[in-house]
């Protein structure tokens, strides 16, 4: 397991607390070649990191906390409890090691950090700035309208095309198969700018619209396709959802964003059986006439490329040379629209980081936001000095099996046989997600009359009113602090004063200056001193690198310090306090114990009351 760690000790009520972390080192999987090692006996993970310190050919190293054994050969770990092993490498992937600790020493970074840029601040700030970086996913489609797939699909999660294969006859498929008909596509009330303001009343930047989903079913029609709301018999073949949708956001002032898959198109594939070329040709022709015809677009979201054959179909023609038609997916985008953003393939240019599952961050997947030392995702295949900030994908108005659990089955597309969230799990979601320093992008699906359903729209308007009930005005606050990050004894960057009396607060909000100073903070907590007291006590845990971890780490649980972004702030985090009753604190600190480099920025540190409808 890998895990941010740093040396601290903090005055903790009248006693010095040694908090279990090391330091200057910070997180990072290796990769190369394994040079120096040295096995010591018997060490302490304290003498194992001075050691290190001490040696000009130790940048990492092992320490084994358990009696779990691991193959030495293969991960260059001890297998005795209290071994220390240094290492002179950069070609460890410890992550199967379950019970170790690496650690690799600190490094100056070259150079400037990477800042955002103008329209990465704007994306991550949001429209609604007490809201802040929260989208709406919208899937709608074809699927929607199979009533087939009501009692055929178990996966709750219905495609245009391959996941029907084994359900296909003349009704659902046709002549498409094995793709669904396009006839089955017939909304009966079609109202996108109720959509759109619903959304706005949740607070939501953009709304992400499934332009062409995986199957290749478009909801425009297009000179590149015949197969979309042209071939339906919605208006008669002649209704165009993109041209509702655009003119009800730009009406309304929340952001365009479409899904628009160009490396999955199962009907041109297994259909059409189009050429690579003609495939490449097809897809590129679709995002210029959705950027020429449907803007102005904020923000494109890919879905992942994997290969040409899934479990669920042929996703793009063999031969397709992914990466050309990539670049040439994004020099068209940025050649119509430099300021429109790309989510995904950052090693084609992209701006933004996806991270998936329904509010789960796995082992593998990226670091919060960005830093200079590992940014996001695979430093193998992005811009070194490129800020890349994180986006969460993957949580549901219709999820789990009565659709109110952060559990599968997920159902993106609306589905008439389960539940729906209440207001509390959505908020939770925004806490967890713009919480913890990234942009939550939340699916709400239209139903069969292409409308959302009245009781999501009382969903969405109490979330929105939760919010911006609970975080438009702090308890106290201040700006603009900053300071240098002691990583020895920890260091104090902002003190908040509270009133004589007050009645608590529930929330603690930390943002640093991302714009102007790029991310720096690596491992922080924060403390309390009492009315008639003058000891400081712990508030908000540091992480705790010791915290057993499983394949994935379930957010919301900060206290125990077991989620791999617990020690980051980045542009927004959101903590909840330890302490039961707050009502007695007179002082809140913010203390820094480990940064990429100094001095620290803090844009603004606050205290928020809870203020919820459904309380």
Sequence with gaps: VVVVVVVATLAVGNQAASQSMMGPFFNQSLTGTVGFRELLHGMSLQQCHDLCQQRDNCTALFWQETTISCDVNKHNTPTVVNDCYLVSSNAISPEDCRGHVVYIKETS??????????????????????????????HFGIPTFWEEGDEKDPTGTYHDCASN?????EKSCGKYAP???????????LNPEQ??????????QEICLTAQHEGGFVLWPSNFSDYGVASSLWKGGKGDVLRQFADACNKYDVGICYYLHPSCDHYSTMVLNVTAQEFSDQQVGKIREVMLNYGPVNHFWFDGKSTPEKSFGIRYPYGLNITAHFKRVIDEIRTLSPTTLVSGYREFGGDIANSYGSLNLYDSGPVPNSTSMDIVGNPSFITPNKFYPLEQVGMCMQEGPDGNENTSPTYWFWHPKVGHANASRLYNGWLHLVGHGESAMINIAPNRSGQLPEEYV???????????????????????ASSTCNSTNGSVIAIIDLPSSHDGFDYIQTKEDLVHHSQRILQYSVEYRAHGSNNWETLVPPLNPMATTTDKHLLGDRPAGTDPRDSFVGFRRIDT?????????AQVRFVCHQAITNPVYLSSFALFKEKVPWK
């Design 109 to 138: 970074p070259s150079g400037d950090l990477p800042l955002p840029t103008p329209r990465q601040a704007e994306w991550m700030e949001g429209k609604d700035k007490v809201v802040g970086a929260l989208s709406q996913f919208m």
């Design 165 to 169: 294969a084994n359900y296909c006859d």
């Design 179 to 189: 793709c669904l008909t396009p006839e089955l596509f017939n909304p009966s009330d």
């Design 195 to 204: 959509w759109v303001m619903a959304a706005k009343q949740m607070g939501v």
């Design 458 to 480: 009382n969903v969405m308007a109490d979330v929105g009113k939760a919010i911006r009930d609970t975080f438009t005005t702090p308890l106290a606050n201040i700006s603009d």
């Design 577 to 585: 306090p330890i302490v039961t009753d707050t009502s007695s604190i």
